[in-house]
């Protein structure tokens, strides 16, 4: 197991140790392949990639991003839509080239379809380099909910109901949240060459634990990131408190 983890005091430390990461990883390879996460928890990351980019300390024109995520039935439109979200928060922001930054497609008309062009677009450049996840209070990575099988590639899900509920509190009201995802599957996230957890908060303290310490089991999906030759784990004090 080669998990390196980094506990940063102040929320500006931990940015700034998932930015320094992330910009490493473009300066060693200015065309690399990268799995990026939505959510709270990247929000001050994608900011500070912004400013470094429009201050000229990192440049993105060759990078070729990829999102774990989107849900099934949103347009790209949507401000509730993961595309929207990436658009907005980082994408419109930097000086990638928008052809080379992919979501899954949540309104194609044939979903199973979607999942394999998608899976085939990344394995057809040998998969991530790098990649960087957020976990959610049951250890979920992308929308692989316990139980998914390790073997899994990119698939539609129906989301279970702590993850509706977690989520839905963004949607003007319950019933307007998907009940389905597109999520790269936990084979697929595996495959990349280096992977960066990113955790903050008290509540994840319990789930890091059992990801990091734990026995390796799809029941805890960030468990399997144990097996993995290239891990960072960049966590806040109160996130690593158990550790």
């Given at each position: 197991m080669?998990v390196?983890?980094?506990v940063?005091e102040?929320?500006?430390?931990?940015?700034?140790?998932?930015a320094?990461?992330?910009?490493?990883?473009v300066?060693?390879?200015?065309?690399?392949t990268?799995?990026?996460?939505t959510g709270s928890?990247?929000?001050p990351v994608?900011?500070e990639?912004?400013?470094?980019?429009?201050?000229g300390?990192v440049?993105?024109?060759?990078?070729?991003?990829y999102n774990?995520?989107e849900y099934?039935?949103?347009?790209a439109?949507?401000?509730?839509?993961?595309r929207?979200?990436?658009e907005n928060?980082?994408?419109?922001h930097?000086?990638?080239d928008?052809?080379?930054?992919?979501?899954?497609n949540?309104m194609?008309a044939d979903?199973?379809q979607?999942?394999?062009?998608y899976?085939n677009a990344?394995?057809?450049?040998?998969?991530?380099d790098?990649a960087i996840?957020?976990m959610?209070m049951?250890?979920?990575i992308?929308?692989?909910?316990?139980?998914?099988?390790?073997?899994q590639?990119t698939?539609?899900?129906?989301l279970?109901q702590s993850?509706?509920?977690?989520?839905?509190?963004?949607?003007?009201?319950?019933e307007?949240?998907?009940?389905?995802?597109?999520?790269m599957g936990l084979?697929?996230?595996?495959q990349?060459k280096?992977?960066?957890?990113m955790?903050?908060?008290a509540k994840?303290?319990g789930i890091?634990?059992?990801?990091?310490t734990?026995?390796?089991?799809?029941?805890?999906p960030a468990?399997?990131l144990q097996?993995h030759?290239?891990?960072i784990v960049?966590?806040?004090?109160?996130?690593?408190?158990l550790?």
């Amino acid at each position: 197991m080669a998990v390196k983890t980094v506990v940063c005091e102040t929320l500006e430390k931990w940015t700034n140790a998932v930015a320094d990461e992330i910009q490493k990883a473009v300066e060693e390879k200015p065309d690399l392949t990268m799995i990026l996460a939505t959510g709270s928890t990247p929000e001050p990351v994608y900011d500070e990639l912004v400013k470094r980019c429009k201050e000229g300390k990192v440049s993105f024109r060759d990078l070729h991003s990829y999102n774990l995520d989107e849900y099934v039935g949103l347009p790209a439109s949507d401000v509730n839509s993961y595309r929207y979200y990436m658009e907005n928060r980082l994408f419109r922001h930097i000086d990638a080239d928008p052809k080379n930054l992919h979501l899954p497609n949540g309104m194609a008309a044939d979903m199973e379809q979607e999942s394999r062009d998608y899976e085939n677009a990344l394995a057809a450049r040998g998969y991530a380099d790098f990649a960087i996840l957020g976990m959610g209070m049951n250890g979920h990575i992308g929308f692989n909910e316990p139980g998914t099988s390790a073997d899994q590639k990119t698939h539609v899900v129906e989301l279970t109901q702590s993850t509706i509920d977690a989520n839905s509190v963004n949607f003007n009201s319950p019933e307007e949240m998907p009940h389905k995802a597109i999520t790269m599957g936990l084979y697929t996230i595996l495959q990349s060459k280096t992977i960066l957890l990113m955790v903050r908060g008290a509540k994840k303290a319990g789930i890091l634990k059992a990801a990091l310490t734990g026995p390796m089991t799809e029941q805890v999906p960030a468990s399997l990131l144990q097996k993995h030759p290239d891990v960072i784990v960049v966590a806040d004090a109160e996130a690593a408190a158990l550790l």
